[in-house]
């Protein structure tokens, strides 16, 4: 079965840069999330999309923002890195219910 | 107090023997409760949701909700080595909403 697809995998950034990651749902599912999970730490909930519109919004901060396009792909857009948004990001996606399937997920690693 | 407290563990369990993993959570108002398997560095896996005061058995895994003391409660039988990870506890108010995770309890199955 499909599943979700995130890119990059791995990201390696330097302070203050910017960085995109990309998300692409299981095929039919109408919602996607973002989750931020530092080491050691679970998953907390940063912003969703519903049919493309926000539905709902975290911990996300203002450097950080992100959209979902017309094919339901989803993108990350962080700017003005910085060392603490070091993490795994995961963007699960679900349709008509709660049960969130997770990808891979991007390690970005901020030096 | 977080939203969804789990004990962090270690839990260690011989083979062969029930795991048992407990979560309790804060908000009367959640619906819906997830438990994800996650093997270190790779991403949360589904492995049983439960909306209905009650038990649900899926193969070796039993979910237990009780709305009335908000807990909720993963067994595990006949335990594996493979069965070794951190188990992440998740709440959520309704479908499609974001989930609130627990900080999760790592288990080690003993050969």
Known sequence: AAGVIQSPRHLIKEKRETATLKCYPIPRHDTVYWYQQGPGQDPQFLISFYEKMQSDKGSIPDRFSAQQFSDYHSELNMSSLELGDSALYFCPSSFYSNEQFFGPGTRLTVL | ?111
């Open chain 2, 1 to 111: 107090q977080k939203e969804v407290e789990q004990n962090s563990g270690p839990l260690s369990v011989p083979e062969g023997a029930i795991a048992s993993l407990n979560c309790t959570y804060s908000d009367r108002g959640s619906q819906s409760f997830f438990w994800y398997r996650q093997y270190s560095g790779k991403s949360p896996e589904l492995i049983m949701f439960i909306y209905s005061n009650g038990d649900k058995e899926d193969g070796r895994f039993t979910a237990q909700l009780n709305k009335a003391s908000q807990y909720v409660s993963l067994l595990i039988r006949d335990s594996q080595p493979s069965d070794s990870a951190t188990y992440l506890c998740a709440v959520s108010p309704q479908g499609n909403e974001k989930l609130t995770f627990g900080t999760g309890t790592r288990l080690t199955i003993i050969p």
